[in-house]
């Protein structure tokens, strides 16, 4: 098992490389960051002194390289909006978005898993059809559309949650501050609940029809025994999905955090790209793709540490 750790831990360093070297990349196409700042009867002079005290002035591969070696010792640069150093804009907003995308993959985890389960064991009936009905609305629904929906219906018209923002000061989870999580954890636990549903319900459907558990019935199971049996074979590949679906919240809230103004990457992310901040956006990318990196490398353990055949193929 540390074989295989290690292992992974060793693919994982070119693909954090090759992330960092994308973000750096695709975020400069969008032209000079300066001009945001610049009002537009700025001098030359003016403009030459900015580009030096952020490092455009540098060749793209000194910048790149300078960017590197500042973000593994910890800086990932000033904001060019706000002056203030980027990492400390991102840390604020990753607490905020990292408690709203694991509410809503509970939410859409452990409703999605219920659901397909319940879909695979009572395939053809009218349970599956209303769980699989359930799954294809949860996927087909545009969520920031049913944000605004719900934000009218329970914040406008019952006035029952409030509609926007996290709360006064800083989060607690007490039942002031949960009324405001509601909303938007519910709009994007309906996407993975869907993705779920499905995938469990076809996992399940197939592993039924294994010869195995025509065998375990044989021997006198239980039906309770033998749903474990079926439970431990679907939930490598169920893993793998629900890691996917979590690294998806993380990294893309944009549309919920704008529509609820929840205080996450999210919404830092659209007011960088407005504004265009080019060091709060790189390094925002930067921390959200190393959450995406990381969290694929603890689903990769815990599918190896659930079914020992991954780690002898």
């Known amino acids: 098992m540390l074989a295989y750790v290690a292992k992974r ?18 975020v400069h196409l969008a032209g000079d960051p300066l001009t945001s700042v610049l009002p537009p009867d700025a001098s030359a002079e003016l403009a030459a002194q900015l580009k ?62 219920f659901l397909g389960l319940v879909a695979g064991y009572y395939r053809d009936t009218w349970v599956d059809k209303l769980a699989t009905g359930l799954a294809l609305a949860g996927v087909s629904v545009p969520h920031y559309w049913l ?34 999580l509601v909303l938007p954890a519910v709009t994007m636990a309906v996407i993975p609940m869907g993705i779920i549903t499905r995938t469990v319900r076809a996992l399940v459907g197939d592993t039924l029809s294994l010869d ?34 979590l690294g998806y919240l993380l990294g893309g809230s944009i549309l919920i955090e704008t529509v609820f103004s929840w205080p996450g990457t999210g919404l830092l992310l659209n007011s960088a790209i407005f504004q265009r901040d080019l060091p709060l956006l790189q390094g925002t990318i930067l921390v959200l793709a190393l959450f995406f ?21």
């Open 9 to 26: 831990l060793l693919y994982a360093v070119p693909v954090v490389f090759s992330v960092a070297l994308v973000c750096f990349l695709l």
């Open 52 to 113: 030096s005290a952020y490092g455009f002035d540098k060749p793209l591969p000194v910048q790149f390289g300078l960017w590197i070696w500042k973000a593994l010792n910890g800086d990932l640069g000033t904001s060019i909006a706000t002056g203030r150093p980027v990492l400390d804009e991102v840390r604020n907003a990753v607490g905020r978005t990292f408690i709203l995308a694991a509410t809503a993959a509970c939410l859409g985890f452990l409703a999605g898993g």
């Open 147 to 180: 944000g605004m929906v719900l934000v009218i219906v329970f914040s406008v018209q019952l006035a029952w949650l409030p509609a926007v923002g996290s709360g006064p000061g800083v989060w607690a989870w007490d039942l002031e501050h949960l009324r405001y």
């Open 212 to 245: 195995f558990v025509d065998g375990l019935r044989a021997k006198g199971l239980r039906e309770r025994q033998v749903f474990v049996h079926v439970v431990k074979n679907v939930a490598p590949t169920a893993i793998a999905v629900a890691g996917l679906q």
């Open 293 to 313: 990196v990381a969290l694929n490398l603890i689903v990769d353990v815990a599918q190896a540490a659930i079914d020992p055949r991954i780690q002898r193929s």
